[in-house]
């Protein structure tokens, strides 16, 4: 019922910045809270930031750093990552809450070097 569809990830040296974006489609007025996963290579998917019910939530490690948004009535998600470090590099994902349901996109790579 929703598509996600992410760009915006590529290599970027510590201390930079980057980007990422998520498109949505298809029954986007039905999203309840959209949000930013990443999962580095040998390590648990991990939240990284999530808007719900206007509110935006941070993990510990990107407050600070990291700044979620939304625009077009949550048809397009947005993840601005500054101050960027290696720690930083994962496979990024999009997600999307639909009543009981998660939607994911296909997810964007970052890395980030020393």
């Known amino acids: 019922q929703v598509q996600l569809v992410e760009s915006g990830g590529g290599l970027v040296q510590a201390g930079g910045s980057l980007r990422l974006s998520c498109a949505a489609s298809?029954?986007?007025?039905?999203?309840?809270?959209m949000g930013w996963y990443r999962q580095a290579p040998g390590k648990q998917r991990e939240l990284v930031a999530r808007?719900?019910?206007?509110?935006?939530t941070y993990a510990d490690s990107v407050k600070g750093r990291f700044t979620i948004s939304r625009d077009n009535a949550k048809s397009s998600l947005y993840l601005q990552m500054n101050s960027l470090k290696p720690e930083d590099t994962a496979v990024y994902y999009c997600?999307?809450?639909?009543?009981?349901?998660?939607?994911w996109g296909q997810g964007t790579r970052v890395t980030v070097s020393s």
């Open positions: 298809g029954s986007t007025d039905g999203i309840i809270h």
């Open positions: 808007i719900s019910s206007g509110r935006n």
């Open positions: 997600n999307a809450r639909l009543w009981v349901t998660d939607f």
